[in-house]
T-cell receptor
Framework: GAVVSQHPSWVICKSGTSVKIECRSL??????MFWYRQFPKQSLMLMAT?????????EQGVEKDKFLINHASLTLSTLTVTSAHPEDSSFYIC????????????FGPGTRLLVL | GQNIDQPTEMTATEGAIVQINCTYQTSGFNGLFWYQQHAGEAPTFLSY??LDGLEEKGRFSSFLSRSKGYSYLLLKELQMKDSASYLC??????????WGAGTKLIIKP
């Protein structure tokens, strides 16, 4: 199956700093990538949909100025958490859509963010 | 709007068979997915159904009835490593996944 990587796998940062998370599709081109957030023992929550070469579409309640998404190429999307605060601590997971008759979303391994 | 229902938790015995049901309501449909998620890890893809019927893949099978808004994931010959959450997800007309809350499956020896 298709492989999606995420980097870093975990990060600890001080409150007020910015953190960038990369999501790469390693063996396929992904025109659409998705960013999710998951708090402990809760469901996946879609944050935004990222389309290559265009602005991301954010879900209701997600601040686009706080969670900056860039999908500059068909294999890379980045999520930057700006001015992170302790309440932003969560498990951030990206997925990449494989379409063209074999519709599937493959997930990256996730990034654990802890803001102190 | 869309709505997905699946049981919160199920318990089964090692070596047995378990069926996890998922019912949904939606106006747009581009398929039904099942994912497995172990604690602390990202989801991994199990199956995709877009046509009615049963898709078999090793010990796991998935069934879809579009007219009934119903799907199930069938796990055979259960192993302890199958203890995980199983997520039912509906792909809407915009190709976004709408997630169920997940079913936590507990396997007992």
């Amino acid at each position: 199956g298709a492989v999606v990587s995420q980097h870093p796998s975990w990060v600890i940062c001080k409150s007020g700093t910015s953190v960038k998370i990369e999501c790469r599709s390693l063996d396929f081109q992904a025109t659409t990538m998705f960013w999710y957030r998951q708090f402990p023992k809760q469901s996946l929550m879609l944050m935004a949909t990222s389309n290559e070469g265009s602005k991301a579409t954010y879900e209701q309640g997600v601040e686009k100025d706080k969670f900056l998404i860039n999908h500059a190429s068909l294999t890379l999307s980045t999520l930057t958490v700006t001015s992170a605060h302790p309440e932003d601590s969560s498990f951030y997971i990206c997925s990449a859509r494989v379409g063209g008759g074999r519709e599937t979303q493959y997930f990256g391994p996730g990034t654990r963010l802890l803001v102190l | 709007g869309q709505n997905i229902d699946q049981p919160t938790e199920m318990t089964a015995t090692e070596g047995a068979i378990v069926q996890i049901n998922c019912t949904y309501q939606t106006s747009g449909f581009n398929g039904l997915f099942w994912y497995q998620q172990h604690a602390g890890e990202a989801p991994t893809f199990l199956s995709y159904n877009v046509l009615d019927g049963l898709e078999e893949k090793g010990r796991f099978s998935s069934f879809l009835s579009r007219s009934k808004g119903y799907s199930y994931l069938l796990l055979k010959e259960l192993q302890m490593k199958d203890s995980a959450s199983y997520l039912c997800a509906l792909m809407d007309s915009n190709y976004q996944l709408i997630w169920g809350a997940g079913t936590k499956l507990i396997i007992k020896p």
